[in-house]
């Protein structure tokens, strides 16, 4: 009885280090990048939620006037609930910054994005802005990508088509793709943009900028959860407490 109540301790424990470590990691980004007058792209995800609450938190001591743009339902629920300004691209189509969160970090901030599934739109906003910085917990910090993340590389298609692209992909880079299943629907995921995901479970390093521009062009293909030579820094909050800080390599 004692050992199992030790277990569910310490996953408790480690489920509260890793909340405060992103809670440390979404604050030092917000407090850094964010000023007045900004257009700023807001990711998806758990650790996006405490970006918000430190956004609307300055917003309301510093009288700031920022505008968001969401990346998925949730981020645009997100802006609404702390009564912040929601706008879109079609209004902001030039962003300042994007903040967003990522499933994997390699050493070069190659990130793996998607778990969530909205792959697509947040490459589009992250895509828009001028400078897009990640913010995560130590558990998504990898020299090489597949090291902690072991879902694979989420891939957004479109339904008709997830059969050959299946195909497609592991015949030219090998590994397995699996057609991600709902959880409480039956039948597959549907992203924001009724489309299918596939998750391809790669099986060693790739050349990612290659591999990214090789999958997209597979008929059926709407985008990758491969952001390669996006990220221009990323905020890892540490299990001591700490953030770390890691910019993209000088190219």
Not at 53 to 70: F, G, I, M, T, Y
Not at 115 to 121: A, E, H, W, Y
Not at 220 to 226: A, F, K, N, R, Y
């Amino acid at each position: 009885f004692s050992a199992l109540k030790h277990v569910r301790l310490f996953r408790l424990f480690a489920a509260n280090m890793a909340e405060e470590a992103k809670k440390l990691a979404a604050y030092a980004a917000v407090d850094n990048y964010v000023q007045n007058n900004q257009v700023i792209g807001v990711g998806s995800g758990s650790t996006i939620v405490y970006a918000v609450d430190r956004l609307a938190e300055r917003v309301r001591q510093e009288k700031l006037n920022v505008v968001c743009v969401p990346t998925s339902f949730q981020a645009r629920q997100l802006i609404l609930q702390h009564g912040l300004t929601l706008s879109d691209l079609d209004r902001h189509s030039e962003l300042d910054i994007a903040i967003d969160g990522a499933d994997e970090v390699d050493s070069e901030l190659t990130l793996i994005k998607g778990g969530g599934g909205c792959l697509t739109q947040e490459k589009i906003v992250a895509g828009c802005a001028k400078r897009f910085v990640v913010v995560a917990d130590y558990r998504k910090d990898s020299k090489a990508l597949g090291q902690q993340w072991k879902k694979g590389v989420p891939i957004e298609v479109i339904p008709m088509a997830y059969v050959p692209v299946s195909r497609m992909i592991v015949r030219r880079f090998g590994g397995e793709t699996v057609l991600r299943m709902a959880v409480s629907k039956a039948g597959p995921v549907v992203t924001d943009n009724s489309n299918f995901i596939l998750d391809w479970k790669f099986e060693h390093g790739q050349n990612w900028k290659e591999v990214n521009t090789a999958i997209k062009m597979i008929p059926g293909v709407v985008e990758t959860g491969l952001f390669v030579n996006m990220a221009e820094r990323a905020y890892f909050g540490m299990e001591d407490g700490s953030v770390q800080i890691r910019d993209a390599p000088v190219n």
